[in-house]
């Protein structure tokens, strides 16, 4: 009876975790993920790469199927035009960035490139024969990219004939391709109006030509064919990423989607040219080509993860930045967005700001030994804050400007301090929390070095020119004036006053582009500089009379020194002989 109970127990025990790890198993998250990348659609299938592995999602959202599973990184997925294959770079078998092939089903993967420079898949040969990927591996200068073909099989990847390329999509035909000549290295740059802005071109393979269709000053990138109809991304209206569309038989163009912000990045358009994929706000939104209407796509998974959920690491591989306190005995540094402070020998280390929901950067210790100064993201943007060395205290903010920051350095008296931003732009900010003052402003390069003055009345820094080389400047703190101090086409930097203040020093390349330490007199010189002994030949000859002439000197000397002393020993007998004889 007893025996029959426990069994019962038992069967039933067994039966309520078996169901209840199908309905964990089965059930899905109460919230959508976030940070799917480089997505590409194809009969009603989405693919994606999410924590450096393929998912696949119905167009319609839900939840998400993983692909693939290895330790390497896996990305830039494209379906071929059946949608049975799934192209990718993944970083496998010691080769970054090799091209595989699997299918949309799951399965084993398979190489079809090996080449040791790396590359990622653009898209398919209309045919589906050949995937078409992105390298530099043919490229005179890095920062360019062709393209290439190996067939889905594997073999040798030839590249396509139409020079440098980087985004690009076929015609339906197959005979013509509309693509980027620009790599792909400021699409993500906002209001980019650079020298390597993105322009869609318009290649024919059988009769050579070229043809550009967008002249934009800033991005035109992802271009996508479907019929008579190319889409593209674009910022040419109010600064933010939507998509247009160029009709090739009429040339009108006009925009698609209407984002007033965070923009449209990393579109693809599936086989039959009637949705686009593409990434926004972190999510990943569909756009219906022939309503023009767009939806996000809700997608949840279960990703288990792949590496320890707590990790106990030691900080000080991870150190950037530092600083010595005025006396020497301890030091502050910046580890893993934390500020500590360390002995020299004897002591704790102590970890002034922990805020793990913070980056904590660039300390800086106050002359007198009192306050640590450093910047930190807690606010939303990067600000300088102040706290003391002890860390008792609660820190105290400096600015709120929100530029980004960096190179706080403190004034001798402890009360002023400089530092820089991302605009080029050269601040001086009290301690007390004042408004941060402007010294200098630069349109040609950020300024890189300041110094103050032992008497913290001057601040040194170098001024770049239109040909972006510098020459050093002295800003007086007083009269709020500014002096050039060096004139030349060469480059000069890193200024930096002496301790006593006579002297600036600083790093110049005007000697046939070496770079070598150079000083400059602050006040009149009270001798010939860097003098020194020189020892040359002058021949047997002239050492000779030298010789002779040493001897010549040295005997006067001696005949000198002889008259000199029999004069002291009269003077002397003469003193003698007086007191004797009163």
Request: charged share 35%.
């Amino acid at each position: 009876m007893r025996k029959g109970i426990l069994l019962a127990v038992l069967f039933f025990s067994v039966i309520s975790v078996f169901i209840l790890s199908e309905s964990v198993a089965g059930e899905v998250p109460d919230k959508p993920i976030r940070l799917m990348r480089r997505p590409d659609i194809n009969q009603g299938r989405i693919v994606f790469s999410y924590q450096n592995d393929l998912w696949v999602v119905p167009e319609e959202g839900g939840h998400a199927r993983r692909l693939t599973v290895h330790m390497g990184v896996e990305d830039y997925p494209k379906f071929s035009p059946d949608g049975e294959w799934i192209a990718y770079a993944g970083d496998y078998n010691e080769r970054k960035e090799s091209i595989f092939v699997i299918s949309s089903d799951g399965g084993t993967p398979r190489q079809i490139t090996y080449h040791s420079t790396g590359g990622y898949p653009i898209t398919w040969t209309p045919d589906g024969g050949n995937v078409v990927f992105s390298s530099r591996r043919e490229s005179f200068v890095r920062f360019f990219t062709k393209l290439f073909r190996v067939p889905v099989d594997g073999g040798i990847p030839v590249e396509l004939d139409m020079g440098m390329a980087s985004f690009a999509s076929f015609s339906p035909d197959g005979k013509r391709i509309a693509y980027n000549r620009h790599p792909d290295l400021f699409w993500w740059w906002k209001r980019y109006r650079g020298s390597m802005n993105q322009d869609v071109w318009v290649y024919d393979f059988e009769i050579e030509k070229y043809e550009r269709i967008t002249d934009y000053e800033g991005n035109d990138s992802w271009p996508m064919w479907t019929d008579g109809r190319i889409y593209f991304v674009s910022d040419r209206e109010d600064d933010v990423s939507n998509i247009y569309v160029y009709d090739v038989d009429t040339e009108e163009m006009r925009q698609v989607t209407d984002f007033e912000e965070r923009g449209v990045t990393w579109p693809s358009m599936s086989a039959d040219g009637t949705r686009i994929v593409f990434e926004r706000d972190a999510r990943l939104y569909v756009l219906n080509t022939e309503t023009e209407e767009t939806r996000e796509v809700v997608i949840y998974a279960h990703p288990d993860a792949q590496h320890n959920m707590i990790s106990y690491i030691d900080p000080l591989q991870y150190v950037r930045s530092f600083d010595v306190s005025p006396t020497g005995k301890r030091i502050t540094f910046e580890a893993r967005g934390e500020i500590f402070t360390a002995p020299a020998e004897h002591g704790d280390v102590r970890n002034l700001t922990e805020s793990p929901g913070a980056r904590d950067s660039g300390p800086s210790w106050s002359p007198d030994g009192k306050w640590v100064a450093y910047v930190s993201d807690k606010s939303g943007d990067e600000e300088i804050y102040l706290i003391d060395q002890m860390g008792k205290e609660e820190e105290k903010q400096l600015t709120d400007s929100g530029h980004f920051k960096r190179g706080v350095m403190w004034s001798p008296e402890s009360d002023r301090m400089l530092y820089t931003t991302e605009d080029n732009s050269l601040y001086m900010l009290d301690v007390d929390g004042k408004r941060p003052k402007l010294i200098a402003k630069n349109e040609h390069r950020d300024i890189t070095t300041y110094h103050w003055s032992p008497d913290g009345k001057w601040v040194a820094y170098d001024f770049a020119h239109r040909n972006r080389k510098r020459d050093i400047f002295i800003y007086d703190v007083k009269n709020d004036e500014h002096h050039q101090v060096t004139f030349d086409l060469a480059d000069d930097t890193e200024p930096y006053f002496t301790p006593d203040g006579k002297y600036l020093l600083l790093i110049s390349d005007r000697m046939s582009g070496s770079r070598f330490l150079a000083r400059i007199s602050l006040m009149p010189e009270e001798e010939i500089p860097f003098e020194h002994e020189d020892d040359e030949e002058t021949g047997i000859a002239e050492e000779e009379d030298e010789e002779d002439n040493e001897d010549e000197e040295k005997g006067d000397e001696e005949k000198k020194e002889k008259k000199e002393r029999k004069g002291r020993k009269a003077k002397k007998g003469k003193k003698e002989k007086v007191e004797v004889n009163p």
